[in-house]
């Protein structure tokens, strides 16, 4: 036996130990063995049926498996140490197959097992102990691990599958039995009855998952009917909505623009002195007389009529988007003579610059004249055309010095 071989063996060991330890640790960390065992914060199920009978042998594999584990790491630890003690040069023979007898030798002393009284013959043994290779332990630890891990991956499986349905319908119909009972369009007792399924339902599925063949469609079917029903009482009054919901949006967008409307309105009288294009902005008495006829609309809803406000609000939209119409172009002409002011500003400003570039700054009359549109354009209210034309006079005599 060679050092190098007993090293090779070491390695091969370490990486199993620490495949092990993860494949352990990640089916350890899944939610459904949490819930099964108790473990991180949940209550231990109270297994029944067939997931009884399935699982908890599952568990107790994998709780064995854990005890397994521990024994075959000591094993392993104990032929690291050995060999971290051999010495360089001489006597290492010895250590060496203490080393390989650990390794490949019946080694590891299996926890003893209580034999039943009715198996026993009369010179049997109380307990049996039985003492097993590391590669014998690894053998029986993979087929333990595997059929463990099938059972709670099973069950994972039907729980990620079968709690998200019922949390879904147990939410739909708490909504329709509220909207129904809401509406009085419905009869409740359906849907407590179906309530009493769910739950009924959710218990086997905690409780006997691997036993559940949980059916939804019957419960589909009656929530299918019970949506139905509300859904075709509310056709007609959801539609109602939707156009009383766009008719108040009208309403405010109108309140809004007329505001607008009013503040350029104010704005260019007070700011600007012949500004002739403008335009008034709509009475207030308009205003609430929208507002007035909206709120007869809705009333007649609440009386249940149908069919005028249907004709009451198509003529109510197509009154005020004419009033829209008007007063988007009063704020857009309103606006106007505001914005051509800070233009003719901002023109004087170029001017008055390119007379400074082309070395006129000091020109008497164009000083005179910059000076003149400065104050017509800085002075409220503004003689918009005067200004206008005396900046056209300063553009006109500052090209023929150029």
Known sequence: MILEEVDRMLADWKGNLEAISLNIYDLCDLIAYQRLTGSSGFIPIKLTGVSKTKVEPALAAISELLQHFDLLTQTINKAKSLRASIPRFLGADQKVQEIFNLLNQASIQLPSVITPLAKRELLSAAETSLKITPLQLLVAMIKTYQVAKEVILEVDRVWADLEPQLDIAEIEIGNLQRQGESLGIIDTSQLELSRQTLAFLRDRIESDPLGTSASFDEINRQIDRMRGD??????????????????????QQLITLNQEAIASFTESQAK????????????????????????????????????????????????????????????????????????????????KAKAIAKGHAEDIQLAKLAEQAKQLLYTSPTPLKQAEEMIKQYEILLNRRI
């Open 230 to 251: 509300i859904e075709q009482f509310l056709r007609v009054k959801v539609k109602l909505q939707d156009a009383f919901t766009q008719a108040n949006g009208l309403l």
């Open 272 to 351: 600007i002195s012949d500004c002739s294009s403008l335009i008034p902005p709509l009475p207030s008495e308009q205003i609430t007389a929208m507002e007035q006829w909206l709120q007869r609309l809705e009333t007649k809803q609440k009386e249940g009529l149908t069919v005028p406000i249907h004709v009451g609000l198509e003529n109510f939209t197509t009154k005020i988007n004419e009033y829209i119409a008007i007063t988007k172009k009063a704020i857009v002409a309103n606006r106007l003579p505001i914005q051509t002011r800070q233009e003719l500003r901002g023109r004087l400003d170029a001017l």
